[in-house]
C-alpha cells in the first residue's frame, strides 16, 4: 500500500507480546503453520511445538499445515507428524507435491498425458492418486548419459508436463530428459513445486532448496515454470475452497519472509514470523528486506507462552 505521495508504506516491525498475541488469536479462526523451520527441522521436532497446538486447539482453532517440501505425500507427512507425537488428519496436511496434482487436475490435464517428476516420491504418489501416470522420479535416480558417438536420449512424446521439485537425486539424466520433453513436445508444461533456495534437511544445517533444480530446468528450457507452491496463491485458492474461511480470518506462521510471509500478505493473511528456521533477526531488520511480518517471535511455542501472561 501506498501513502498519499505515492511512497510504498513499509510496515513496522513488531515483536508478538502478550496483548498482541490475544489479540491475534481472538482475531482469526484458522492457523496456517509451515513444517520446516516452523514444526521441525529435519526429523526433529521444535521444543514447545506439541504444546502450542494443544492450546490452540483447545481455543477452536483450526489448523492447516502449508508445505512447500514436496519429497513426501500427503499420507507420508500424516506419518512423520504422528511419529513426532503430533495428531493431525490428511485433510489438515497440504504440501507442494499435493499441489502440483491439483493443478493439473483443476486444469484438466489430459488422462492419455504422461508427467515427468523430477523430484522424489512424494510427487509421484500425489500424481498417480490424482490418476496421471509418472515416468522419472525415483525410478531415474541411477540413470546416466553415455558418453559416445550418436548417443541420445529417446524421451516419451506423450508427456504433456514437467513437475520439478527437491531431488535428493537429481543428475544430468534427469535435467537431459525433462529439457527434451519441455522442448520438444508441444504444449509440455513446466511446473515448479517452489523455488525455495534453501531448506533443512536435518537439524544442523541449511541445504540446497529446490529452487536450484528448478534454476537448472529454466537455464535448459530458457522457459519460466508455474509455481503452485508458496508464495503462489495458488495453494490459497484451493485452501478457502477447501475450508470455506476468509482469508482475513487466518494467520500464516512461517519461517521465511519470501515465501511464508509474502504468501500470507499475497492472499489477504495475517503473518507472524518465527525465528527457528531460515530467517535471522538480523535479515528481518535488515535495511534492504522490504517484506514485513504483522508479527515476529522467537517460536510456535511461544505464542501459547504469551497468552498465559
Keep these: 500500500m501506498d501513502d498519499a505521495n505515492g511512497t510504498p508504506k513499509v510496515r513496522a516491525l513488531q515483536a508478538l507480546s502478550p496483548q498482541t498475541a490475544r489479540s491475534l488469536v481472538d482475531s482469526v479462526d484458522a492457523f496456517l503453520f509451515d513444517c520446516d523451520g516452523v514444526i521441525w527441522k529435519g526429523d526433529k521436532l521444535i521444543d514447545g511445538v506439541p504444546e502450542a497446538l494443544q492450546t490452540l486447539r483447545s ?43 491439483m493443478f493439473l487436475k483443476l486444469n484438466n490435464f489430459p488422462q492419455d498425458k504422461k508427467v515427468y517428476v523430477i523430484g522424489e516420491e512424494g510427487i509421484v504418489e500425489e500424481m498417480e492418486l490424482a490418476g496421471f501416470t ?90 519460466e515454470p508455474v509455481v503452485v507452491g508458496k508464495p503462489s496463491t495458488f495453494m490459497m485458492d484451493f485452501l478457502v475452497k477447501r475450508f470455506q474461511i476468509d482469508t482475513s480470518k487466518m494467520c500464516m506462521v512461517g519461517d521465511r519472509l519470501d515465501t511464508d510471509i509474502l504468501f500470507g500478505q499475497n492472499t489477504g493473511c495475517k503473518t507472524l514470523l518465527v525465528l527457528s528456521g531460515i530467517t535471522t533477526l538480523s535479515a528481518l531488520q535488515d535495511p534492504s528486506n522490504n517484506i514485513h511480518p504483522d508479527y515476529y517471535t522467537s517460536n510456535v511455542f511461544s505464542i501459547a507462552d504469551l497468552l498465559k501472561k
Design 59 to 101: 481455543l477452536g482453532k483450526k489448523f492447516v499445515f502449508v508445505t512447500n517440501n514436496s519429497r513426501k505425500s500427503r499420507k507420508q507427512y500424516m506419518k512423520k507428524f504422528l511419529s513426532l507425537g503430533i495428531n493431525v488428519n490428511e485433510e489438515e496436511i497440504f504440501s507442494s507435491s499435493f499441489a502440483a496434482a
Design 134 to 223: 509418472c515416468l522419472g522420479g525415483p525410478k531415474d535416480a541411477e540413470k546416466t548419459i553415455q558418453q559416445m558417438p550418436n548417443f541420445r536420449i529417446e524421451h516419451d512424446k506423450s508427456v504433456g508436463a514437467v513437475v520439478v521439485g527437491l531431488d535428493l537425486h537429481v543428475n544430468y539424466y534427469k535435467l537431459h530428459y525433462a529439457t527434451l520433453c519441455i522442448r520438444e513436445n508441444p504444449g509440455c508444461l513446466f511446473i515448479a513445486t517452489n523455488r525455495d533456495a534453501l531448506g533443512h534437511l536435518t537439524d544442523s544445517q541449511e541445504c540446497p532448496g529446490a529452487g536450484c533444480m528448478v534454476a537448472a530446468v529454466c537455464g535448459t528450457t530458457e522457459k
